[in-house]
């Protein structure tokens, strides 16, 4: 039975089990709670298996020219009406048309502004919901229309909520906000050995981070070699793009190794791996740079059950509120310091571990739904 919502994937991102992101995951876990009329999902298919026993969409996944010439036509047409990619325009086109056969009496939209605007234009008896997982920044048209239409709008956290209001000029509170579900099950327990092993799941990109985890690690490597590192995550789907971010990540690494610290990159994995992985470890560090609305990663660390730490940026301090430790960003000594006091104190990682997974217990993908659909 059709429950008459609609979800709308990004216009970047793809839908399926192995090469998908942050965005798809969120859809698939409010899809898998929705029990009994769960909502058809529209997206782009993209490399990987696709994902199966839900009501799905797929619209084609287009390719405009590339390089120099790309760019030319992205910023003329961008001029002209306003979309950010012609891709994002051509998505839109596609997934009207895949509205039109279905009873969409709500539709949500991940991340695309411009989408959202397109579609209420299109189905203006249709309510459409847009869920903010980022600040997604559209153009000056499409923000005046976005703050003159009628569209609902949620955000991943407070932090998330009020910057949408003011990017956006829309009334102050008027954003809802519901924090995303936690969704790995059982706590695991702590592994035993004689190393500690810290762990970081996420890109090697520089807004996440990894640097600043292995600059801390090597001013611990000064004093002490009673821990080891583990990393999860590359550039772009399980190969390195190569570039100087990951030359530095790699430099990082053999410099840990020369001083005697053991560690191990296991690259991509796909997210049925991620708890295995994530449970190897003691202290989950989520050393992010910008701004996260919502760190899935930290929720996971949470779930897990593990001590967790976490830059204090964005929505980050209202997900892990006590049940972690904050840090400065850019402040890799204030890292190391948080870390050794915890390498200091197997009992403070195992308080937090406890208090972890208390808070992730509060979390609930069920809320994350209603929310979307309107309820309290």
């Known amino acids: 039975m059709s429950s008459g919502t609609v979800i709308v994937n990004n216009s970047r991102e793809t839908y399926t089990t192995s090469h998908s992101g942050a965005i798809a995951t969120c859809i698939l876990e409010v899809v898998r709670v929705a029990g009994e009329g769960a909502p058809t999902v529209i997206s782009r298919k993209g490399p990987g298996s696709p994902i199966t026993g839900y009501p799905l969409v797929y619209v084609p996944s287009k390719s405009g020219p590339h390089g120099r010439i790309r760019e030319q036509i992205r910023r003329a047409r961008r001029r002209v009406d306003g979309w950010a990619r012609p891709d994002q325009r051509e998505y839109a086109h596609d997934v009207r048309a895949a509205l039109r056969a279905l009873d969409a009496r709500q539709i949500i939209v991940n991340n695309d502004p411009e989408v959202a605007v397109a579609l209420a234009h299109a189905f203006p008896s249709a309510h459409v919901v847009h869920w903010f997982h980022n600040l997604e920044l559209a153009g000056d048209r499409f923000r005046r229309r976005f703050?003159?239409?009628?569209?609902?709008?949620?955000?991943?956290?407070?932090?998330?909520?009020?910057?949408?209001?003011?990017?956006?000029?829309?009334?102050?509170?008027?954003?809802?906000?519901?924090?995303?579900?936690?969704?790995?099950?059982?706590?695991?327990?702590?592994?035993?050995?004689?190393?500690?092993?810290?762990?970081?799941?996420?890109?090697?990109?520089?807004?996440?981070?990894?640097?600043?985890?292995?600059?801390?690690?090597?001013?611990?490597?000064?004093?002490?070699?009673?821990?080891?590192?583990?990393?999860?995550?590359?550039?772009?789907?399980?190969?390195?793009?190569?570039?100087?971010?990951?030359?530095?990540?790699?430099?990082?690494?053999?410099?840990?190794?020369?001083?005697?610290?053991?560690?191990?990159?296991?690259?991509?994995?796909?997210?049925?791996?991620?708890?295995?992985?994530?449970?190897?470890?003691?202290?989950?560090?989520?050393?992010?740079?910008?701004?996260?609305p919502f760190g899935l990663t930290t929720l996971e660390g949470l779930a897990l059950g593990r001590a967790v730490v976490v830059s204090a940026t964005g929505g980050s301090p209202e997900l892990v509120m006590d049940a972690?430790?904050?840090?400065?960003?850019?402040?890799?000594?204030?890292?190391?310091?948080?870390?050794?006091?915890?390498?200091?104190?197997?009992?403070?990682?195992?308080?937090?571990?406890?208090?972890a997974r208390e808070r992730a217990n509060e979390l609930s993908w069920q809320q994350t739904w209603e929310t979307l659909r309107g309820g309290p």
């Open 147 to 292: 703050a003159a239409s009628n569209i609902r709008s949620v955000a991943v956290s407070r932090y998330l909520a009020r910057a949408v209001e003011a990017a956006y000029g829309l009334t102050p509170l008027s954003v809802s906000h519901v924090l995303n579900g936690a969704s790995f099950g059982e706590a695991v327990p702590l592994p035993t050995g004689d190393l500690t092993t810290i762990g970081f799941v996420g890109r090697v990109a520089v807004e996440k981070g990894v640097d600043v985890l292995l600059a801390a690690c090597l001013e611990l490597a000064e004093s002490r070699r009673d821990f080891r590192v583990q990393l999860v995550g590359d550039t772009n789907w399980g190969r390195s793009d190569g570039g100087p971010y990951s030359r530095l990540i790699d430099a990082q690494t053999e410099e840990l190794k020369h001083a005697g610290i053991e560690v191990v990159r296991l690259g991509h994995l796909p997210r049925k791996s991620v708890p295995g992985a994530i449970a190897a470890t003691d202290i989950h560090v989520v050393p992010s740079r910008w701004d996260e």
């Open 324 to 355: 972690g430790v904050l840090f400065p960003r850019e402040d890799p000594s204030a890292l190391a310091r948080v870390l050794s006091a915890l390498l200091d104190d197997p009992q403070r990682r195992a308080d937090l571990a406890s208090r």
